[in-house]
């Protein structure tokens, strides 16, 4: 993994997340996609964890799937990513979704940072963000139907709660690319800044102050939105409140907002 993606752990629970294969622009081989399963395994087991911050270094956020991962001979069906595209690998995701997939899985929320472009597969991985920050000259494009493919990186299943039907249809057909400008209109951003790295750590930080069990929460109420029935949420909301209510974090954010100091969770 050391040579496909670094994790560096900041203070307050921050965790910097970086793909570092930029003489490639962070394009996914094999190497790349264990990487990212590796990375998100090892931040779901990593204590004091309140907040990723998911970017690439180089030229590029990520520039899709490596090209000369489409050559060579493989069996109908077999993945890029290793394994088969049918075979449930990762839990409910096969081993290239579980890229994107897994990120959504965090218990944490996760803001990415996004420079350069953002093709294919790494329009996917962007998308599994909680947060997305990009620059606003960022070139975007679900590119899988320039090579004759639909998008299979977990996409359909993260961009149905952030994109009108119609847009992210017209996307997927065209393999039309955008800016990170447009992407913000669109519904593929949250935000556009010219440093969007340092924006995602600003952002960062303030979720790392609030209190982490109710983030969490917070983060599985999200995560119910695009399938739940009203009456599960609704039960789920109160579900949640009852675990975070009265606790020693909770008060602990009161308290610290009454003094006008920084609060002080536990873990």
């Known amino acids: 993994m050391k040579d496909r993606i670094s994790i560096t752990m900041l203070e307050g629970g921050i965790?910097?997340?970086?793909?570092i294969r930029a003489d490639k622009m962070n394009a996914l081989d094999a190497a790349m996609w264990e990487a990212l399963a590796q990375a998100i395994d090892q931040l779901k087991a990593t204590a004091g964890l309140r907040v990723v911050v998911l970017s690439g270094e180089g030229r590029a956020f990520c520039a899709g799937l490596d090209l000369s991962s489409l050559g060579g001979e493989r069996e109908?069906?077999?993945?890029?990513?290793?394994?088969?595209?049918?075979?449930?690998?990762k839990g409910i995701a096969n081993n290239a979704q579980y890229a994107a997939w897994g990120w959504r899985e965090l218990p944490v929320p996760v803001i990415a940072?996004?420079?350069?472009?953002?093709?294919?597969?790494?329009?996917?991985?962007?998308?599994?963000?909680?947060?997305?920050?990009?620059?606003?000259?960022?070139?975007?494009?679900?590119?899988?139907?320039?090579?004759?493919l639909v998008p299979d990186v977990a996409g359909m299943a993260l961009w149905r709660t952030q994109v009108a039907d119609d847009v992210l249809r017209e996307m997927i057909y065209t393999n039309?690319?955008?800016?990170?400008?447009?992407?913000?209109?669109?519904?593929?951003?949250?935000?556009v800044a010219d440093d969007p790295l340092a924006k995602a750590m600003e952002l960062a930080a303030v979720i790392a102050d609030k209190n982490p069990h109710a983030v969490r929460g917070a983060k599985r109420l999200c995560n119910m939105l695009a399938d739940?029935?009203?009456a599960e949420i609704l039960q789920a909301e109160s579900?949640?409140?009852?675990?975070?209510?009265?606790?020693?974090?909770?008060?602990?954010?009161?308290?610290?907002?009454?003094?006008?100091?920084k609060p002080n969770f536990v873990d």
Request: proline residues 3%; charged residues 25%.
């Open 176 to 191: 039309r690319e955008f800016t990170g400008s447009e992407a913000k209109l669109l519904g593929f951003a949250t935000h």
């Open 15 to 19: 965790a910097d997340v970086r793909l």
């Open 239 to 261: 579900d949640e409140q009852v675990k975070v209510i009265r606790t020693p974090n909770q008060m602990e954010a009161v308290m610290a907002h009454m003094q006008k100091r």
């Open 228 to 230: 739940a029935s009203d």
């Open 113 to 148: 940072a996004v420079h350069g472009v953002a093709f294919g597969a790494g329009s996917q991985i962007m998308a599994a963000a909680d947060i997305r920050i990009v620059h606003p000259d960022t070139r975007i494009a679900i590119m899988e139907m320039r090579w004759g």
């Open 76 to 89: 109908p069906g077999a993945s890029s990513a290793g394994g088969s595209l049918s075979d449930r690998t």
